[in-house]
């Protein structure tokens, strides 16, 4: 079983939708969760970071989580073509080290 | 937002070559740096962990002595492939960690070995 999955697409919804992506992982001691958006041939860029279960919204982004699933999610609202992007879900781990486990990511298509 | 810049964007050398990349948080004071290569439509996978003043942890398969990496201080981190060959033709991305923080990447380096 891999660390953090996600799966890979690609993820299509029309513009003005709401994209829904998953990621669980399997180190019930993880204490930190992250998205980063990576556009083809571009270095991966942070878009939400989350700490508590819940919800946390900035702008059109909802991250959630739930650790006693061992689920975190990431809700893009209002789809813009400029959003299609691989999203790749990333946890550190119970270490201190700052290792992050990144997922296999996952691509979504926007479409006009 | 914390910056971390990396240079060169993209190298195109010969066969045997030994290409330095630089990495460098500009804003901030980095307790580690993060080595990772990227081939076509993969994830990151990590090369090695490197912290100021002392030598980098190299993950499982990494060959220590192909990618040397010193960091010198809290804001600069090297990666040097030595003797590169067409099988090192990869993205490579460095990112800054300051305990607490999320990772911040740099814009990563594309290397091609001819």
């Known amino acids: 079983q891999k660390e953090v999955e996600q799966n890979s697409g690609p993820l299509s919804v029309p513009e003005g939708a709401i994209a829904s992506l998953n990621c669980t992982y399997s180190?019930?001691?993880?204490?930190?969760f992250f998205w980063y958006r990576q556009y083809s041939g571009k270095s991966p860029e942070l878009i939400m970071s989350?700490?508590?279960?819940g919800d946390k919204e900035d702008g059109r982004f909802t991250a959630q989580l739930n650790k006693a699933s061992q689920y975190v999610s990431l809700l893009i609202r209002d789809s813009q073509p400029s959003d299609s992007a691989t999203y790749l879900c990333?946890?550190?781990?119970?270490?201190?080290?700052?290792?992050?486990?990144f997922g296999q990511g996952t691509t979504l298509q926007v479409k006009p | 937002g914390a910056v971390v810049s990396q240079h060169p964007s993209w190298v195109i050398c010969k066969s045997g070559t030994s290409v330095k990349i630089e990495c460098r948080s500009l804003?901030?004071?980095?307790?580690?740096m993060f080595w990772y290569r990227q081939f076509p439509k993969q994830s990151l996978m990590l090369m090695a962990t490197?912290?100021?003043?002392?030598?980098?942890?190299?993950e499982q398969g990494v060959e220590k002595d192909k990618f040397l990496i010193n960091h010198a201080s809290l804001t600069l981190s090297t990666l040097t492939v030595t003797s590169a060959h067409p099988e090192d033709s990869s993205f490579y991305i460095c990112?800054?960690?300051?305990?607490?923080?999320?990772?911040?990447f740099g814009d990563g380096t594309r290397l091609s070995i001819l």
């Open positions: 990112s800054a960690w300051a305990g607490n923080q999320p990772q911040h």
């Open positions: 180190d019930r001691g993880s204490q930190s």
């Open positions: 989350i700490y508590s279960n």
């Open positions: 990333a946890v550190k781990g119970s270490s201190n080290t700052g290792k992050l486990i």
């Open positions: 804003d901030f004071q980095a307790t580690t």
């Open positions: 490197s912290n100021e003043g002392s030598k980098a942890t190299y």
